[in-house]
C-alpha cells in the first residue's frame, strides 16, 4: 500500500498550478460522489517514484493531509508530452 503525503492548497487555477511546479511540487484533486473537493499540492519526486512501480495503478493509496489519511484510488495522471513529469493527478474517495 502505497503512503503519499500532501498539503492543501489555497490558490486554485492554472497561474498557481504553474507556480507549483516550478517550485517541484505536483497540483492534484481529490472528489468523490457527496464529498468536498480538495485541492491538493504533493512533492512531485516522490509520487514519480512511486508510479514506476507497475502495482501503483491497481491498487488504493493513503494520502495523508494535514494528519488525516483519506484511503484513495488514482483516477487520472496527466504527463508532460515529452519530459519525465508528472502535471497532474486525480484521485477519487474510497
Do not use: T
Not at 492543501?8 to 468523490?32: E, F, M, Q, T, V
Not at 488504493?60 to 484510488?73: A, D, H, R, S
Amino acid at each position: 500500500m502505497f503512503i503519499i503525503d500532501g498539503k492543501i492548497r489555497n490558490k486554485k487555477g492554472k497561474s498557481a498550478s504553474r507556480c507549483l511546479r516550478l517550485k517541484h511540487k505536483l497540483p492534484a484533486i481529490l472528489y468523490g460522489k457527496k464529498k468536498h473537493n480538495l485541492a491538493i499540492e504533493l512533492d512531485h519526486d516522490s509520487v514519480f517514484n512511486m508510479q514506476l512501480k507497475h502495482n501503483f495503478y491497481k491498487k488504493n493509496c493513503y494520502l495523508v493531509l494535514e494528519g488525516i489519511k483519506y484511503l484513495v484510488k488514482i483516477k487520472s495522471i496527466q504527463r508532460h508530452s515529452f519530459k519525465p513529469k508528472l502535471l497532474h493527478i486525480d484521485f477519487l474517495y474510497v
